[in-house]
């Protein structure tokens, strides 16, 4: 049993946010009951289509991608993605975001009443939109101000995902801990750019997206270990981990559970083979 700020899950491996939907289609392939957690998609207020595409590019070791928070809003969260997962035992993070600090908390307010909701996971770190998103989780005083306000509405535990595009990320972290996060989850993915060199055009429609995968992960275990010497919370950590030896090394270097992403995406049983390869 691992506890992250009260959520108590069967093992540390949670599919994270945006890799994993709402949980459906993975449903078909295997018992959504063996997993620790599900983070969801971001969920915003109102529904959002995204970017235009072409919006993931694969790279070495890795991908990009510049999604745009698409989603279909919180209240077809409500009354039909959660509906579906709580069928399972698992508990269920809401990973929310917006444009906005009202936005943020309106989604917020609305998800602390829903007791089918195991915790939520704030996501101040997405790279691709141009308002809130990133904008928020560069920034200290911004991450602070943001938690401060969303705190005293969320009613369970609040996991703040903290970006890696900064300069120090343990300044972001103790903001985010100083007022009021129980959890923190890192990292978001890292700022990139590809360009197709026959086309000359970049090879995603906003140029720039996040970069994931296996690429990133030594910046995540050296995020992870150095947030760990500054914060008495629980850490999540994520990026590139695609086997149980990676588990290990990021529980080594501070974290007490972790996220599997991308590699949701090379095996779609991924998870789950983790699962069973932890000693
Ligand atoms: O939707 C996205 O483009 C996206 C988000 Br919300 C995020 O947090 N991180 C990311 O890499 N992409």
Same mark, same amino acid.
């Given at each position: 049993?691992?506890?992250?700020?009260?959520?108590k899950?069967?093992?540390?491996?949670?599919?994270a946010?945006?890799?994993?939907?709402?949980?459906?289609?993975?449903?078909?392939l295997y018992?959504?009951n063996?997993?620790?957690?599900?983070?969801?998609?971001?969920?915003?207020?109102k529904?959002?289509?995204?970017?235009?595409?072409?919006?993931?590019?694969?790279?070495?070791?890795?991908?990009?991608?510049?999604?745009?928070?698409?989603?279909?809003?919180?209240?077809?969260?409500?009354?039909?993605?959660?509906p579906?997962?709580?069928?399972? %035992?698992? +508990?269920? @993070?809401v990973?929310? &975001?917006?444009?906005?600090m009202e936005?943020? #908390?309106? =989604? /917020?307010?609305?998800?602390?009443?829903e007791?089918?909701?195991?915790?939520?996971?704030?996501?101040i770190?997405?790279?691709?939109?141009?308002?809130?998103?990133?904008?928020?989780?560069?920034?200290?005083?911004?991450?602070e101000?943001?938690?401060?306000?969303?705190?005293?509405?969320?009613?369970k535990?609040?996991i703040v995902?903290l970006?890696?595009?900064?300069?120090?990320?343990?300044?972001?972290?103790?903001?985010?801990?100083?007022?009021g996060?129980?959890?923190?989850?890192?990292?978001n993915?890292?700022?990139?750019?590809?360009?197709?060199?026959?086309?000359?055009?970049?090879?995603?429609?906003?140029?720039?997206?996040?970069? %994931?995968? +296996?690429? @990133?992960?030594?910046? &995540?275990?050296?995020?992870?270990?150095?947030? #760990?010497? =500054? /914060?008495?919370?629980?850490?999540?950590?994520?990026?590139?981990?695609?086997?149980?030896?990676?588990?290990?090394?990021?529980?080594?270097?501070?974290?007490?559970?972790?996220?599997?992403?991308?590699?949701?995406?090379?095996?779609?049983d991924?998870?789950?083979?983790i699962?069973?390869?932890?000693?």
């Open positions: 049993m691992v506890d992250i700020a009260g959520i899950m069967k093992n540390p491996v949670m599919a946010s945006g890799t994993f939907g709402f949980g459906e289609e993975y449903a078909e018992d959504l063996k997993l620790g957690a599900i983070v969801t998609k971001s969920v915003t207020l529904p959002r289509s995204g970017n235009p595409p072409p919006r993931i590019c694969e790279t070495p070791s890795g991908m990009l991608n510049s999604i745009g928070l698409q989603n279909d809003g919180l209240e077809a969260f409500i009354t039909k993605h959660l579906f997962l709580s069928k399972y %035992s698992t +508990p269920i @993070i990973n929310v &975001a917006g444009e906005t936005e943020y #908390a309106e =989604v /917020v307010k609305a998800l602390s009443k007791s089918k909701v195991a915790g939520i996971e704030l996501n770190s997405c790279p691709n939109v141009k308002k809130g998103g990133m904008a928020f989780g560069v920034d200290p005083q911004l991450t101000e943001i938690v401060k306000k969303v705190r005293p509405l969320a009613g535990p609040l995902k970006s890696p595009n900064v300069t120090d990320i343990t300044v972001i972290a103790k903001a985010a801990v100083n007022a996060a129980d959890a923190l989850s890192l990292i993915t890292v700022l990139g750019m590809a360009i197709d060199i026959k086309t000359k055009k970049p090879k995603l429609a906003t140029i720039t997206g996040g970069l %994931s995968g +296996p690429a @990133i992960k030594p910046i &995540a275990v050296r995020m992870v270990w150095q947030v #760990a010497q =500054v /914060v008495n919370v629980p850490i999540i950590g994520i990026g590139g981990i695609m086997t149980a030896d990676d588990v290990q090394e990021f529980l080594l270097a501070g974290a007490s559970a972790v996220q599997v992403g991308t590699g949701n995406l090379v095996d779609a991924c998870a789950l083979r699962i069973e390869n932890l000693p």
